[in-house]
């Protein structure tokens, strides 16, 4: 049972950047992704990106592009998410999840079988 914890949360302002940590409770194998959520008050969760083990590749919501990124530590155990230029739309409760979604899924919640309590960021001026 693999456990995950996030942290990084916090209070920001508009514009300002934050840093999103996922720690995993071992290291997890090559067919492994992990991805952050996230959901906003009254929204469902969505995909905000992930970091597919195999081959290191990185996939993004259309809305993060571009100010967002995803990485992962060289002992394949944590994935960071830097947050840049955030804004109110941003605020919401950011979830950590790993799991072997197959490549058409790995936008969605299918395939991840393991997710965190979540971290809260809030944009406010």
């Known amino acids: 049972q693999v456990q995950l914890v996030e942290s990084g949360g916090g209070l920001v302002q508009p514009g300002d950047s934050l840093r999103l940590s996922c720690a995993a409770s071992?290291?997890?194998?090559?067919?492994?992704?992990v991805a952050w959520f996230r959901q906003a008050p009254g929204k469902e969760r969505v995909f905000v990106a992930a970091?597919?083990?195999?081959?290191?590749?990185?996939y993004y919501a259309d809305s993060v592009k571009g100010r967002f990124s995803i990485t992962r530590d060289k002992n394949y155990s944590a994935v960071y998410l830097q947050m840049n230029q955030l804004s109110p739309e941003d605020a919401a409760v950011y979830y950590c999840?790993?799991?072997?979604?197959?490549?058409?899924?790995?936008?969605?919640?299918?395939?991840?079988?393991?997710w965190g309590r979540g971290t809260q960021v809030t944009v406010r001026g």
């Open positions: 999840a790993a799991g072997t979604p197959i490549l058409s899924s790995i936008g969605t919640e299918r395939g991840y079988r393991y």
């Open positions: 071992e290291r997890l194998s090559n067919s492994y992704a």
């Open positions: 970091f597919r083990w195999n081959g290191a590749r990185t």
